[in-house]
Each structure stands twice: as C-alpha cells, then as structure tokens.
Nanobody, 124 residues
C-alpha cells in the first residue's frame, strides 16, 4: 500500500503560479503511473496530468496543456505539478494518485491509491 500526501496548495491571483508536491511512503513510486486530478465544488473529479513509469512521458488535459507541467523524482519518491498562468477555473482540490495501468490512464477508476488532496484557490 502506498500513502500519498499532497502539499503546496494555497490562494493565488489569476496569472500566478503554484507548485504542488506529492510525497509517497510505503512503496516506491517508480513502479506506478502517477496522475494528478482535481475536483471543483459540485463537479466530478477530473484528470489533470499524468506521467508514465517506463519512460517518463507525460499527458495533460486540454484545459491545462501548455500551463501545467508534471514531473517525477523517483529518488525522492515524489511527483510534482508546476502550475503557471493560473485561472479562476483552476480552483479545486488537487489530488495525486497511483495507477498500475498502461500508458497514462485518465479515468479515476484506473487509479488505486489517492492522497487527501490540497486546495488551490485562484482569485480573479
């Protein structure tokens, strides 16, 4: 079992940046696909970004492409997402999660370990 803890959320003005971190314990993250999801009030949890375990290739939701960058540091057993040019519609609780799937899964049911989430609020 993997325990995931997100950090780095907060309040930022539109156009600003945040870097979220996800630290893992219990097992090494190098064996998993890692994903970031978000959930805004009243909405379903949605895929934001993912990074493959085999070659580090990344994938993004269209809504964040060009603004967010996911990365992983297997030595630190952590994964990050750099979020630039933030918009009010990026406001949500952000979660990291692990998957044993192939490629970069984008559905929540394809991920089996989740953190507790970190709140990101972008003011206009």
């Amino acid at each position: 079992q993997v325990q995931l803890v997100e950090s780095g959320g907060g309040l930022v003005q539109a156009g600003g940046s945040l870097r979220l971190s996800c630290a893992a314990s219990g097992r090494t993250l190098s064996t998993y696909v890692m994903g970031w999801f978000r959930q805004a009030p009243g909405k379903e949890r949605e895929f934001v970004a993912g990074v493959r375990r085999s070659d580090g290739r990344t994938g993004y939701a269209d809504s964040v492409k060009g603004r967010f960058t996911i990365s992983r540091d297997n030595a630190k057993n952590a994964v990050y997402v750099q979020m630039n040019s933030l918009k009010p519609e990026d406001t949500a609780v952000y979660y990291c999660a692990t998957s044993r799937g192939e490629g970069i899964p984008t559905m929540t049911w394809e991920y089996d370990n989740w953190g507790q989430g970190t709140q990101v609020t972008v003011s206009s």
